[in-house]
Structures are given as structure tokens and as C-alpha cells.
């Protein structure tokens, strides 16, 4: 049985018998994008329509169900060039669906690692969680897939890998200096600013290291690296290094009670349903996603809420419907979903996402709507829209009395 190993972390590789393959994907952005967002779901089924906003996002695709067709076809066909029988099946369909092969025998270094920081996490023996800590140091050979950073979906994930990878970091820091171990400081010191040349703490670890074993000019250099990279203080000297870590070292300790101080102070995020807020608020949110929306294509939907009541309704019923609407649009919209009260009669809802385009859930408020009771009619109706990257606000209608645009004098 062939061996296949999927490499994630510094750049993206596929080898198969320790041979690296497909070299091809290199020349589709997309086919690799594919591969890359399937192999990380860590083979769960993928509806078409994710792919399409994942892959597309805010670009505009005739017909992007047969542009997936073919980018998948693409890709077998690289498969079958190369003969790589071992990958014939690593992509299954299903009616709407895609998926990694969750049967397919391969090892992806990204799962290592999140198998190693789990059992890091829980184990006791320190001389076998420091172990942990030093296959994640080898494991991790950069940030998360570096020529897609930028993706919505590749940044959170790099993010918490890359927390794990700095927690066995600094326990490796702290052990060797307890040791006296300055040899391997400098050795994991140095590998660490190869994978990210600005972090201030490695500089300061390593010139203390370099002092204590003598190398005074190489201690130098080092401080004049941090200092050109901008993460070091101009007025650090090697000297000086000790009384800098010590700071550095008590930061980064208060750093993590601040951290967690802060999450806890923050609203539940289980919470469910929409988020109802000021309609002052609302307009900062929806200034912000229309902020993702330029930099990262996140599709936006913006809906209008209606409540037309008929003209014997009196002004406390009609209060009473609308705390009644909004209510069911809080319980009934997702929670990424905001909703503000626009007028007396309306409110505002943002929808962000995959299936903000979708209009059931507000029929399904309809419903249930008409279903309260009440002693006047009142008729709900709702209108959607999606404002696009980059598109201007309309102009307000003018009125119909416009002045002549040449007056006789």
C-alpha cells in the first residue's frame, strides 16, 4: 500500500512514497484551493454551495456548479497523468456533496499537530508532555498553507495552530534555561525567527543564551538582527538583554490572565439566535461586514421588514406586534444574523454568509407571524437585497416639483 503524506504547514506538498506529486495544482489556483479546503474537514461532507462561496467568495462566476464540475475534473485528470492509482478515490461525490476520502490511509501534518497539542493538553508526566512539545516544534514548519493566508478559512484554523505551536515553544524555552541548556536555546531560538523574524522574545532568549556561552560578537549580531527587523528596542544592548526577558517573560504571563479575564467578560457566544441592537449599532455592523466584504468577498444580505396595519389599528397593538415580530426574528435568524427596529413599523436585518441568500427562514417568520393573535389585520412583508463590493448607496428619488433649470430674468 502506497504511503501518502499531505504537508500543510510552511507550504502545501503532496508526496506519495515520500515522492512529491502534482506538481500541475501549482498552475490552478482553484483545483488547489479544493483540495486544500477538503483535506482540512478532515473528510466530512462539503455542500456544493459552501465550495462555490469558498472558492468564489465576491467573484462573479457565470456558472460556478459546472466550473466546480471542472475544476474537479482537473484534478483526476492530473491524477491519471501521473498514475497515481493511491489517489484515484481521494475526492468522493455524493448527491451535493464533496469530501476527502475519510478511508483514505494518508497522514496530514496539520492533524499531527492537533493530536500532539491535545495530548500535550492532557497528559501529567512532564518529561512525556515536554516530548509533546518538542514533535510539535519539529512538526510546525511555518503558518498554515502561506500562499492562501489570506482566505477566510485558512486564517482562523493558522491561528490556533500557531498558538499551539508558541505554548510548546515557550515551555521548551523555559525548561532549556532551567537546564542551563544555552546550546539548544540557541539551536530552537534560531529555527524559530527562521519561521517568523519578528518575535522579540526569541531575540532576547537568544542573545542572553550567545552571552552565557561567550559569544560576545555573535550576541551583537543578534541584537542588531532585532533591531533592523523592528521588534527589538533601539536602546537594547546585549547587557541589557536580561533585565528586557524578565519584562518580556512577565508580559507574556500577564498577557494570558488579561486574555482569558477578557473572553470571560465577553457575552456567551453560544447564545442563540439574532443579535437585536440600536439601529446606531446596526449601522457600525453592517460598516464592518461591508469592510469583509471588500477584503475577503463575504457575501452580505441586507433585508427590510414591514408591518402594514390596517388604519383602525390602534398605536399600542401595533407596539405590541412589533415586540412580537422582533422576538421571532431573534428566535427564528441565525446568530450571525443583526436585526435592528428601522421605524415604527420596520426593522432592518443583516444576514452574513453562506445562506443569507436564502429566504425560507423569513417565511418561516411570516408564518408563524400570522399565527399570533390579535384583533386587527396586519400584513408582513419582507424585501432582500445584497449590496456588492464596492457598490455606491443609491440616491434618494427627487421630488416631483424641480425647479426649471433656466429662469428668465
Request: charged letters at 25%; glycine letters at 6%.
Amino acid at each position: 500500500m502506497a504511503t501518502i503524506e499531505i504537508f500543510m504547514l510552511g507550504n502545501f506538498e503532496i508526496r506519495v512514497d515520500g515522492q512529491p506529486v502534482l506538481a500541475q495544482l501549482n498552475q490552478s489556483r482553484k483545483a488547489t484551493a479544493l483540495v486544500q479546503y477538503l483535506v482540512l474537514q478532515r473528510g466530512a461532507p462539503v455542500p456544493h454551495k459552501v465550495l462555490i462561496d469558498t472558492l468564489w467568495g465576491g467573484e462573479r462566476c457565470a456558472n460556478p456548479d459546472m466550473a466546480l464540475r471542472a475544476i474537479l475534473h482537473r484534478f483526476r485528470s492530473m491524477i491519471s497523468q501521473e498514475q497515481l492509482t493511491a489517489l484515484e478515490s481521494c475526492i468522493l461525490t455524493s448527491r451535493g456533496c464533496y469530501q476527502w476520502n475519510p478511508n483514505l490511509a494518508c497522514t496530514v501534518d496539520v492533524f499531527q499537530l492537533e493530536d500532539l497539542a491535545a495530548a500535550a493538553e492532557q497528559c501529567e508526566d512532564p518529561d512525556k508532555r515536554l516530548e509533546h512539545y518538542q514533535q510539535i516544534e519539529t512538526l510546525y514548519r511555518g503558518r498554515l498553507l502561506p500562499l492562501s493566508a489570506s482566505e477566510p478559512w485558512v486564517e482562523s484554523i493558522a491561528m490556533h495552530l500557531h498558538a499551539y505551536y508558541r505554548t510548546a515553544m515557550l515551555a521548551l524555552l523555559e525548561h532549556y534555561r532551567k537546564q542551563g541548556d544555552s546550546e539548544r536555546l540557541v539551536a530552537l531560538c534560531e529555527r524559530g525567527l527562521e519561521k517568523n523574524p519578528r518575535v522579540e522574545r526569541l531575540y532576547l532568549e537568544l542573545i542572553m543564551a550567545l552571552e552565557d556561552l561567550g559569544r560576545h560578537s555573535d550576541a551583537q549580531l543578534a541584537a542588531r538582527r532585532g533591531r533592523a527587523a523592528g521588534c527589538l528596542h533601539h536602546a537594547i544592548e546585549p547587557r541589557q538583554a536580561a533585565t528586557a526577558w524578565r519584562q518580556a517573560r512577565k508580559a507574556d504571563r500577564n498577557m494570558e490572565n488579561d486574555m482569558a479575564r477578557l473572553i470571560t467578560a465577553l457575552p456567551d457566544q453560544e447564545a442563540d439566535g439574532a443579535m437585536l441592537c440600536s439601529f446606531e449599532t446596526f449601522g457600525e455592523i453592517y460598516r464592518m461586514q461591508r469592510g469583509l466584504q471588500a477584503q475577503y468577498g463575504v457575501p452580505i444580505f441586507l433585508a427590510l421588514l414591514t408591518l402594514t396595519p390596517t388604519r383602525s389599528a390602534d398605536a399600542a397593538e401595533t407596539e405590541r406586534m412589533m415586540t412580537a415580530l422582533g422576538e421571532l426574528i431573534h428566535t427564528g435568524m441565525r446568530r450571525c444574523d443583526v436585526a435592528a427596529r428601522y421605524s415604527d413599523t420596520q426593522y432592518a436585518l443583516l444576514m452574513c454568509g453562506t445562506g443569507g441568500e436564502d429566504s425560507a427562514p423569513l417565511e418561516h417568520i411570516k408564518q408563524a407571524f400570522y399565527r399570533i393573535p390579535t384583533r386587527e389585520r396586519y400584513l408582513m412583508n419582507y424585501r432582500v437585497c445584497a449590496p456588492r463590493a464596492g457598490q455606491k448607496k443609491p440616491r434618494a428619488r427627487r421630488a416631483r416639483a424641480v425647479r426649471k433649470t433656466k429662469e428668465t430674468v
